[in-house]
């Protein structure tokens, strides 16, 4: 049994979709390409020094939207220190900048090295399911006390395991 009310529940859900949708809008009018100049200038000393070109409308730039969930995640987690808030949000845009960078590169790559075909789009698509993946995979490390509450059996040791056990002959 959840140690979180089910009516709780369903308010933190009701209060994720009703942030996350005029936020996403948002992010997509006018936060995407204020986004994009940033990870533009990011990128344009990296591609100088290994002679790469920016190939543009590849399927990255949907993606980019991951941070507003993520950090309207980091906002509403209930039994949230704000220390621990602030620094998983820091920590968190860092993490998905960071493969934001790596994507764009590794998409241009495999564009320049293989074209804009079905067999680069297969090589792109694993990376871009771990992009989708990593803004929750940040929030479930600094959300594990919430998660543990919500689910209590994700705090537990496996069944039948026991503590730390003294070395044979030390009984």
Do not use: K
Request: aromatic residues 12%.
């Amino acid at each position: 049994m959840s140690g979180v009310p089910g009516r709780r529940l369903l308010l933190l859900l009701a209060l994720f979709f009703a942030l996350s949708v005029p936020l996403s809008w948002l992010w997509l009018e006018w936060g995407q390409a204020l986004y994009l100049r940033l990870l533009h200038a990011l990128l344009s000393p990296i591609y100088r020094a290994i002679g790469l070109h920016r190939q543009g409308g590849g399927p990255v730039v949907p993606r980019l939207v991951s941070l507003v969930p993520f950090l309207v995640l980091m906002a509403i987690t209930p039994a949230m220190s704000w220390r621990r808030r602030w620094i998983g949000a820091l920590v968190g845009v860092a993490v998905i900048l960071a493969f934001h960078l790596l994507l764009f590169v590794m998409v241009d790559a495999a564009y320049a090295v293989l074209g804009r075909n079905r067999r680069a789009l297969s090589r792109i698509v694993p990376f871009l399911l771990v992009n989708d993946g990593i803004p929750f995979l940040v929030w479930i490390f600094f959300a594990r006390d919430f998660l543990r509450q919500l689910v209590p059996a994700l705090g537990e040791g496996a069944p039948g395991a026991r503590g730390p056990q003294p070395p044979p002959g030390r009984r």
